[in-house]
């Protein structure tokens, strides 16, 4: 069974960084490509930022191109996802998952952004 746990989350000021962390089973992980998401209250989950199997491409979505940083552990089945100069904005529930996604999200981990 696809599962993924998230960890690392917590309350930040602006400007501030958080590094947070995903471990997962079920499948071939070095096989795939793993993205971070978030999710706000009553919005879908937005693809954050993602990375390909042996991490030669990583993406970003324009509104955190330059804060922050994807990276992957095949060996580990894990992801991180290193972010900087954090905004209110970035305020949000963070999962990861493949991309495009699988049916199984995890519990995600809360970022909040305070002012």
């Known amino acids: 069974q696809v599962r993924f746990v998230e960890s690392g989350g917590g309350l930040v000021q602006t400007g501030g960084s958080l590094r947070i962390s995903c471990v997962a089973s079920g499948f071939k992980f070095d096989r795939q490509d793993i993205a971070w998401y978030r999710q706000t209250p009553g919005n879908q989950h937005e693809l954050v930022a993602w990375i390909s199997p042996f991490g030669r491409v990583s993406i970003y979505a324009d509104s955190v191109q330059g804060r922050f940083t994807i990276s992957r552990d095949n060996d580990r089945y894990t992801a991180h996802l290193q972010m900087n100069n954090l905004t209110p904005e970035d305020t949000a529930v963070y999962f990861c998952?493949?991309?495009?996604?699988?049916?199984?999200w995890g519990q995600g981990t809360q970022i909040t952004v305070s002012s």
């Open positions: 998952n493949e991309r495009p996604p699988s049916d199984n």
